[in-house]
Nanobody, 135 residues
Framework: QAHLVESGGGSVQSGGSLKLSCDVS????????MAWFRQAPGKKREGVAS???????SYADSVKGRFIISRYTSKNTLYLQMNNLKPEDTAMYYC?????????????????????????????WGQGTQVTVSN
């Protein structure tokens, strides 16, 4: 079972940027899917972006062209670079891991892969980091 710890959240103005990090330990090798989810007050947790063993990525439509997911293999660290932030991006952000199959995603055209995973697909979660975007 993987242990995940997020950091990097904070408060920014609309149009600003933040970079979230997730330190992963307890990973024993093999294929995996790692992802970022977010949950705003009163709303369901939603998938934001995913990356798999082969560095194939996918994103939610709402963050297309603004967020970039990446990982630093040697440090077992997952990142989420968030640019052009909007007030609707305000949420608690969580990293999640599934040490098994690749990520669920679908090609949506224009070299864009849509993330299809749901929280039920991921057994391992961090504690979350808050992102607040103001006007």
């Amino acid at each position: 079972q993987a242990h995940l710890v997020e950091s990097g959240g904070g408060s920014v103005q609309s149009g600003g940027s933040l970079k979230l990090s997730c330190d992963v330990s307890g990973y024993t090798g093999g294929t995996f899917c790692m992802a970022w989810f977010r949950q705003a007050p009163g709303k369901k947790r939603e998938g934001v972006a995913s990356i798999d063993t082969y560095s194939q990525t996918s994103y939610a439509d709402s963050v297309k062209g603004r967020f970039i997911i990446s990982r630093y293999t040697s440090k077992n660290t997952l990142y989420l670079q968030m640019n052009n932030l909007k007030p609707e991006d305000t949420a608690m952000y969580y990293c999640a891991a599934d040490m098994g199959p690749s990520c669920s995603r679908a090609y949506a055209g224009d070299d864009f892969y849509r993330f299809l995973g749901s929280e039920e697909d991921f057994p391992d979660w961090g504690q979350g980091t808050q992102v607040t975007v103001s006007n």
